[in-house]
């Protein structure tokens, strides 16, 4: 079965760094739209960045500038470089995966998600 694992959570301070990893099956990421949602407690889930099969990237406004999706298509994995972390980037962050840009950028019958890995930014 087709699967998208997140890797790469955890807790750092503020103005610190991490990446997320997102591996997934071979037969859905070459050709697909990858992108990374986060969910904050108590909010909706946002789009932070999507890229797609061409290498064109969008940013939320809340991260232009700090964050950075890349994809390596020979593994098969996504990831996201993020710095300068802000408390208000705490969240759970998903990996998505569609091969239309407007389902991923719109986050609407996504056709595949990942469980998600767990981003805390605190002193």
């Known amino acids: 079965q087709v699967q998208l694992v997140e890797s790469g959570g955890g807790w750092v301070q503020p103005g610190g760094s991490l990446r997320l990893s997102c591996a997934a099956s071979?037969?859905?990421?070459?050709?697909?739209?990858m992108g990374w949602y986060r969910q904050a407690p108590g909010k909706q889930r946002e789009l932070v960045a999507t890229?797609?099969?061409?290498?064109?990237?969008h940013y939320a406004d809340s991260v232009q500038g700090r964050f950075t999706i890349s994809r390596d298509n020979a593994k098969n994995t996504v990831y996201l470089q993020m710095n300068s972390l802000k408390p208000e980037d705490t969240a759970v962050y998903y990996c998505a995966a569609d091969p239309l840009y407007g389902r991923l950028r719109e986050g609407v019958r996504v056709e595949r998600w990942g469980k998600g890995t767990l981003v805390t930014v605190s002193a």
């Open positions: 890229m797609d099969s061409g290498g064109s990237t």
């Open positions: 071979g037969s859905i990421f070459s050709g697909y739209v």
